[in-house]
């Protein structure tokens, strides 16, 4: 079984960068992919970048990209999302979670409903 545990969260002004931390344990053989997602009050919880554990390669929401950059270490599995030139409606609850199949084309990276295993969540709040 998977647990995952989210870090680096905190409050940060407009511009201003944070790192996110997302360590993986317990037995995983069939992991395909590791993703953030985040949920804003009021709003669903959107896809906001993924990495395959298979391939390497990156996956980005349009509202990120240019800004946000994901990447992992083996050992300890553990996978980052740093993000810069923060904006105040990046503010919300990052999650960390794992897939464990893939499917066909690559718009799964970033749809909660692929993904199994969740953290318990960091808070981003991005205000001045």
């Known amino acids: 079984q998977v647990q995952l545990v989210e870090s680096g969260g905190g409050l940060v002004q407009p511009g201003g960068s944070l790192r996110l931390s997302c360590k993986v344990s317990g037995s995983a053989p069939d992991l395909v992919a590791i993703g953030w997602f985040r949920q804003a009050p009021g709003k669903e919880r959107e896809g906001v970048s993924s990495?395959?554990?298979?391939?390497?390669?990156?996956y980005y929401a349009d509202s990120v990209k240019g800004r946000f950059v994901i990447s992992r270490d083996n050992a300890p599995k553990t996978v980052y999302l740093q993000m810069d030139s923060l904006k105040s409606e990046d503010t919300a609850v990052y999650y960390c979670?794992?897939?464990?199949?893939?499917?066909?084309?690559?718009?799964?990276?970033?749809?909660?409903?692929?993904?199994?295993?969740w953290g318990q969540g960091t808070q981003v709040t991005v205000s001045s």
């Open positions: 990495i395959s554990d298979i391939d390497g390669r990156t």
């Open positions: 979670a794992t897939a464990h199949r893939a499917w066909s084309g690559s718009r799964w990276y970033l749809r909660s409903e692929f993904f199994k295993a």
